[in-house]
């Protein structure tokens, strides 16, 4: 009499394995994905948020109803805004305008994010 051994996976029990995780991850990537797009968004409009506030503040103290964002943002003492981190390779409004809304344009290349406040 022959022992056999078999302690190995089969080819169609490895094939079957495979195929789960395949769909696993074609479920799992559109979802991750869109939270994703959901946190740069976010992370945009908080930018253009405080990018309004610096602002409202500038126009508040000096009387001026426009202002250029480098004015605005910056170490110096006169600035409002430290640093806008671009999540997304966005761009924002260069010229501030009081009582317009502020836009980020190109977030991920493919959308446009308006604040107003």
Same mark, same amino acid.
């Given at each position: 009499?022959?022992?056999?051994?078999?302690?190995? %996976?089969?080819?169609?029990?490895?094939?079957?394995?495979?195929?789960?995780?395949?769909?696993?991850?074609?479920?799992?990537?559109?979802? %991750?994905?869109?939270?994703?797009?959901?946190?740069?968004?976010? =992370?945009?409009?908080?930018?253009?948020?405080?990018?309004?506030?610096?602002?409202?503040?500038?126009?508040?103290?000096?009387?001026?109803?426009?202002?250029?964002? &480098?004015?605005?943002?910056?170490? +110096?003492?006169? *600035?409002?805004?430290?640093?806008? *981190?671009?999540?997304? +390779?966005?761009?924002?409004?260069?010229?501030?305008?009081?009582? $317009? =809304?502020?836009? =980020?344009?190109?977030? &991920?290349? *493919?959308?446009?994010?308006?604040? &107003? $406040?």
């Amino acid at each position: 009499m022959k022992n056999l051994n078999n302690k190995g %996976f089969t080819l169609v029990e490895i094939m079957i394995v495979v195929v789960i995780i395949g769909l696993l991850a074609a479920m799992a990537i559109p979802a %991750f994905q869109k939270v994703r797009s959901n946190s740069q968004d976010k =992370a945009v409009t908080n930018n253009l948020r405080q990018l309004s506030s610096a602002a409202d503040q500038y126009y508040l103290e000096t009387g001026n109803t426009t202002v250029n964002s &480098s004015d605005l943002v910056g170490t +110096n003492t006169t *600035q409002y805004v430290k640093v806008v *981190q671009t999540v997304a +390779n966005e761009t924002y409004t260069a010229v501030l305008t009081q009582g $317009n =809304a502020l836009t =980020a344009s190109g977030v &991920s290349r *493919q959308r446009t994010i308006t604040y &107003s $406040n």
